[in-house]
């Protein structure tokens, strides 16, 4: 089945640094988005990147779409330590239905 | 901002026992949805719903498994007897069409 894939599983990165996590899919798809999870926590929305953008940002992320590549990257630009938690990409199916990946880790360091 | 809710947001129940969860989608959303997360797992889907009816659900939701929306705010999860490997984080979310889909802090529910 339609799977996000993130890449790297973790990441450790100082205060202040950029993190990049990217995420590759198998299908073709309506839209793609991203969600952080804080440790046991809810998932918090981020951003929807649709099939036909290329590129979106909000705040200090910023979000890439290469559909030819079944691929997106999410960016944390001026990372803080409150950045820390598991970010999942996710890809729509049939009725909006969501597709996670396993999610990359991020820890910033103070 | 509205949010999706979700009730108890931790259930300690026995093997065997029936549970329901609770969810409160956000009022104008037309499709709504449980996933689960087991501990350190991918969040997993369940089941979609919409126009008062399932309209997919995943190999996981097997009879012991239903939903209701027994009103027009409250999206519940039944799980009729439950198992040791159902305990999991349990997620609603929802979405108006085609957009964000908005997700509600989760039931943990731990099966002993």
């Known amino acids: 089945s339609q799977q996000g894939e993130e890449d790297p599983q973790a990441l450790s990165i100082q205060e202040g640094e950029n993190a990049t996590m990217n995420c590759s899919y198998k299908?073709?798809?309506?839209?793609l988005q991203w969600y952080r999870q804080n440790s046991g926590r809810g998932l918090v929305h981020l951003i929807l990147i649709r099939s036909n953008e290329r590129e979106k940002h909000s705040g200090r992320l910023r979000v890439t779409l290469d559909t030819s590549k079944k691929s997106s990257s999410l960016l944390i630009t001026a990372s803080r330590a409150a950045d820390t938690a598991s970010y999942f990409c996710?890809?729509?199916?049939?009725?909006?239905?969501?597709?996670f990946g396993a999610g990359t880790t991020v820890t910033v360091r103070a | 901002e509205p949010e999706v809710t979700q009730t108890p947001s931790h259930q300690v129940t026995q093997m065997g026992q029936e549970v329901i969860l609770r969810c409160v989608p956000i009022?104008?959303?037309?499709?709504f949805y449980w996933y689960r997360q087991i501990l350190g797992q991918k969040v997993e889907f369940l089941v979609s719903f919409y126009n008062n009816e399932i309209s997919e659900k995943s190999e996981i939701f097997d009879d012991q498994f239903s939903v209701e929306r027994p009103d027009g705010s409250n999206f519940t999860l039944k799980i009729r007897s439950t198992k040791l490997e159902d305990s999991a984080m349990y997620f609603c979310?929802?979405?108006?069409?085609?957009?964000?889909?908005?997700f509600g802090p989760g039931t943990r529910l731990t099966v002993l």
């Open positions: 299908t073709s798809i309506n839209n």
């Open positions: 979310a929802s979405v108006r069409m085609g957009d964000t889909q908005y």
């Open positions: 009022s104008n959303h037309l499709y």
């Open positions: 996710a890809t729509d199916e049939s009725d909006y239905k969501l597709s």
